[in-house]
């Protein structure tokens, strides 16, 4: 996991490397510090040389089902002989009878998560889904779905899953899914056939992309599986208690793109997932209080009484978003969601501070106030800003 068992095969080579017949050899070597690099460049994590090595195999069909077992933390006795993989193939595979035959809860205290192994599954799946789909086999086309929805059933199924997909490593390798891979500036040289000569790179002129040119994120049918699996992921920590060792969910949601993504694709992505999680707020009528459908997850942190200033926060959220730029929602359908979330608190019974949802009201309304009203259009949306200020 460490890597500090690697490059054992150069141990004591230094009276190799310091041989002064390799220079005879036409083999110079840097004896200050030659050996030292060689031993630092080798001690590299294991899952993150799994992490390079497998998406180049996706063809073979028992990783998946090796890659799972590692998850669990169980050995492997047989491979499985199919290619299909669902839960029942996963659980059969790992305990030998179905999840009827055999329950959850007598497999829990055998179970030792690796979040490690569900980063390289995860990656795996992002080499399915931007990869040329003509060039895979008929039964690797839907693969990326099924892995996304194991995981998606092993986590509702085994609480204990829940925080490992509450971290910032399986949150980003889950984002991650939806952003194309990086392109080797080497092979896309390669690949368009340029050749520049050597004296004129430096008269180069770079000319950036529009926001059309860029990539933008996949269109695969995993697309909505990922979306819908961070929503319930978020929707799930509404319940739990943010201390200040770790970092709100939706913190880390929002923070898990790529690095090397561009601002379209992030913008892309975090509008996609606060509006679904906006939809899914009203929808669920999370602040109502004993009647609202909030899932309170089975975990030791988990309360009903969390759950509104988690949404106070994620609100706030929103609106951060929303001047920043990164959020390409209506700005008035941002202001129509805040003012029924307060509709909906007002309805909860008891004492409730509505303070911190007045104030992402009043950032919401100075947001639309101090557009630009050079066209009608922009005119009449401080307009229509106004007329609800005095309606609401």
């Given at each position: 996991r460490e890597g500090t068992c690697n490059g054992g095969w150069l141990r004591h080579t230094e009276q190799v490397t310091h041989n002064k017949m390799a220079v005879v050899l036409g083999c110079p070597v840097n004896s200050s510090s030659g050996s030292d690099l060689k031993s630092e460049g080798l001690n590299i994590p294991g899952f993150q040389h799994l992490g390079w090595l497998l998406p180049s195999h996706l063809e073979v069909s028992e990783i998946y089902f090796l890659l799972t077992a590692l998850m669990m933390g169980q050995p492997v006795k047989l491979l499985p002989g199919e290619t299909k993989f669902d839960l029942d193939t996963v659980w059969a595979f790992l305990w030998g009878a179905t999840v009827n035959n055999q329950p959850v809860s007598s497999v829990t205290p055998r179970i030792n998560f690796c979040s490690e192994a569900v980063v390289v599954l995860l990656s795996m799946a992002r080499a399915m889904i931007h990869c040329d789909q003509n060039l895979l086999p008929d039964w690797l086309k839907n693969h990326a779905i099924s892995i996304i929805q194991v995981l998606?059933?092993?986590?509702?199924?085994?609480?204990?899953?829940?925080?490992?997909?509450?971290?910032?490593?399986?949150?980003?390798?889950?984002?991650?899914?939806?952003?194309?891979?990086?392109?080797?500036?080497?092979?896309?040289?390669?690949?368009?056939?340029?050749?520049?000569?050597?004296?004129?790179?430096?008269?180069?002129?770079?000319?950036?992309?529009?926001?059309?040119?860029?990539?933008?994120?996949?269109?695969?049918?995993?697309?909505?599986?990922?979306?819908?699996?961070?929503?319930?992921?978020?929707?799930?920590?509404?319940?739990?208690?943010?201390?200040?060792?770790?970092?709100?969910?939706?913190?880390?949601?929002?923070?898990?793109?790529?690095?090397n993504s561009t601002t379209t694709q992030q913008t892309c992505y975090q509008t996609e997932v606060l509006v679904t999680l906006m939809d899914h707020l009203l929808a669920a009528d999370m602040l109502v209080g004993?009647?609202?459908?909030?899932?309170?997850?089975?975990?030791?942190?988990?309360?009903?009484?969390?759950?509104?200033?988690?949404?106070?926060?994620?609100?706030?959220?929103?609106?951060?978003?929303?001047?920043?730029?990164?959020?390409?929602?209506?700005?008035?359908?941002?202001?129509?969601?805040?003012?029924?979330?307060?509709?909906?608190?007002?309805?909860?019974?008891?004492?409730?501070?509505?303070?911190?949802?007045?104030?992402?009201?009043?950032?919401?309304?100075?947001?639309?106030?101090?557009?630009?009203?050079?066209?009608?259009?922009?005119?009449?949306?401080?307009?229509?800003?106004?007329?609800?200020?005095?309606?609401?």
């Open positions: 998606f059933q092993l986590y509702h199924n085994l609480p204990e899953f829940m925080p490992i997909f509450m971290s910032a490593e399986v949150l980003g390798a889950l984002a991650s899914a939806l952003f194309p891979p990086p392109i080797n500036s080497s092979e896309s040289a390669e690949s368009s056939g340029a050749s520049t000569p050597a004296e004129e790179t430096e008269n180069m002129i770079m000319i950036p992309r529009s926001p059309i040119e860029e990539y933008s994120l996949t269109s695969h049918p995993a697309r909505q599986s990922i979306i819908d699996f961070i929503r319930v992921i978020v929707v799930d920590s509404l319940s739990l208690s943010v201390t200040g060792k770790s970092s709100p969910v939706i913190d880390l949601v929002l923070d898990a793109c790529p690095e004993d009647q609202a459908a909030i899932p309170i997850v089975p975990l030791a942190n988990a309360h009903v009484q969390h759950v509104a200033p988690n949404v106070f926060y994620l609100t706030a959220r929103i609106v951060d978003k929303l001047w920043q730029g990164s959020l390409t929602k209506d700005p008035h359908e941002v202001f129509d969601f805040i003012v029924k979330l307060i509709g909906q608190a007002k309805r909860r019974s008891g004492n409730f501070s509505l303070e911190c949802l007045y104030h992402c009201l009043n950032r919401s309304i100075l947001f639309l106030l101090s557009r630009p009203t050079e066209t009608i259009a922009d005119q009449m949306s401080v307009l229509e800003a106004l007329h609800k200020l005095t309606t609401n």
